[in-house]
């Protein structure tokens, strides 16, 4: 199975910064199978990337993803005090399996 | 609009079984793969298992294979987790979610776009 590891596991920053969080697989991932859920206390997780770059419905510009191979980033620029959450990485097909999150602290 | 509406959480002893519901509306209900994920307390996400449209294509993460079973009444709407032998690290918030699969450029890609509000299992004696 290919496992999924996210980087760091805890970033704290200010409201107006940009922050690359990483996800890298064990074995190389097909990208249109990579995607990037965010998710806040109390909340189900929230689709913001699909296929590694595709943002989804809804979700502001300022987050985008990239990456190929075994490395992915999700870059969230300007960050807003609404982004501050956990977020994983996931992988669909194979071993169905997420990241174990990055959480974005107020510093 | 498109929703996951999710029942049948509670508390039950080791060894004993749950079933879980999550009804969809909202979109055409068998037109979509659908899957469970569960969250432990504090914790991460986990993958639990995935039904295709039509419920012909089944299948689980090794933590659950064997003891639970997905399936899926497209004429009710409705996908369901039964749980079977529950021990305390089944203890969880259990989500079911949507897949998307959307047509870029002659290749699909795919996420979890709708989620249900998820439902706590707790396996205490």
């Known amino acids: 199975d290919i496992v999924l590891t996210q980087s760091p596991g805890t970033l704290s920053v200010s409201p107006g910064e940009t922050v690359a969080l990483s996800c890298r697989g064990s074995?190389?991932?097909?990208?249109?199978?990579l995607a990037w859920y965010q998710q806040k206390p109390g909340q189900a997780p929230r689709l913001l990337i699909y296929g590694t770059s595709h943002r989804a419905t809804g979700v502001p510009e300022r987050f985008s993803g990239s990456g190929s191979g075994t490395d992915f980033t999700l870059t969230v620029s300007r960050l807003q005090p609404e982004d501050f959450a956990v977020y994983y990485c996931?992988?669909?097909?194979?071993?169905?399996?997420f990241g174990q999150g990055t959480r974005l602290d107020i510093k | 609009q498109e929703q996951l509406m999710q029942s049948g959480g509670g508390v039950v002893q080791p060894g004993g079984s749950l079933r879980l519901s999550c009804a969809g509306s909202g979109f055409t209900f068998s037109n979509f793969h659908l899957a469970w994920v569960r969250q432990p307390p504090g914790k991460g996400l986990e993958w639990l298992s995935l039904?295709?449209?039509?419920?012909?294509?089944?299948f689980y993460a090794d933590s659950v294979k064997g003891r639970f079973a997905i399936s899926r009444d497209n004429s009710k709407s409705v996908l369901y987790l039964q749980m079977n032998s529950l021990t305390v690290d089944d203890t969880a918030l259990y989500f079911c979610a949507r897949v998307l699969e959307k047509h870029v450029r002659y290749v699909v890609s795919f996420g979890f776009d709708v989620w249900g509000p998820g439902t706590t299992v707790a396996v205490s004696s």
């Open positions: 074995q190389p991932v097909t990208a249109t199978h």
């Open positions: 996931h992988l669909y097909g194979r071993s169905y399996s």
């Open positions: 039904i295709s449209y039509e419920g012909d294509d089944k």
